[in-house]
T-cell receptor, first 113, second 112 residues
């Protein structure tokens, strides 16, 4: 079955710098890759997603890139702000059960003012 | 439109007690899920349902049972709670062919 690995587990950046979180997946047929942000004590919320027919997607300061050959995808946050501090989860949706999500273990991002 | 609602929000149990967590969604979604979240381990799927009257096991089903008697509700039961089941439990739902999954606010469960 699908397995998703996420790195790093913690990331500390200075406000205004960029942050990059990387995930790898094992099932080459997986076709949907969302990123969720979870603030302390809150629910995970989708911030951006990408499908396998697209290599990159941007939404203001957030972008996701997908390399299908290498089976990895990354979240890029530019001009980080203190409110970006949270735990970020990547996930992959297996092709044979597209209604499921397999999550990475999470990255705790701290943006220092 | 409340989305996904979980009850209760917090609960403390003693080892061996039983309880049921309720998840309700008002989006007419076909799919519903129960996850548990533990530090450093992300979200792990316990059980899921692809429609009313159907349930299936996820990654970590042992010690839990579920039921989906009504399309809008998905219940998670602990028959005999164990300290290892101390966790935050999230319910999610998904419309047919319409990612992403929508999450509830979670239930923080402590078992002493």
């Amino acid at each position: 079955g699908e397995n998703v690995e996420q790195h790093p587990s913690t990331l500390s950046v200075q406000e205004g710098d960029s942050a990059v979180i990387k995930c790898t997946y094992s099932d080459s047929a997986s076709n949907y890759f969302p990123w969720y942000k979870q603030e302390l004590g809150k629910r995970p919320q989708l911030i951006i997603d990408i499908r396998s027919n697209v290599g990159e997607k941007k939404d203001q300061r957030i972008a996701v890139t997908l390399n299908k050959t290498a089976k990895h995808f990354s979240l890029h946050i530019t001009e980080t702000q203190p409110e970006d501090s949270a735990v970020y989860f990547c996930a992959a949706s297996p092709a044979d059960s597209s209604y499921k999500l397999i999550f990475g273990s999470g990255t705790r991002l701290l943006v220092r003012p | 439109n409340a989305g996904v609602t979980q009850t209760p929000k917090f609960r403390v149990l003693k080892t061996g007690q039983s309880m049921t967590l309720l998840c309700a969604q008002d989006m007419n979604h076909e799919y519903m899920y129960w996850y548990r979240q533990d530090p450093g381990m992300g979200l792990r799927l316990i059980h899921y349902s692809v429609g009313e009257g159907t349930t299936a096991k996820g990654e970590v089903p042992d010690g839990y049972n579920v039921s989906r008697l009504k399309k809008q509700n998905f219940l998670l039961g602990l028959e005999s709670a164990a300290p290892s089941q101390t966790s935050v439990y999230f319910c999610a739902s998904l419309g047919r062919g319409n990612q992403p999954q929508h999450f509830g606010d979670g239930t923080r469960l402590s078992i002493l």
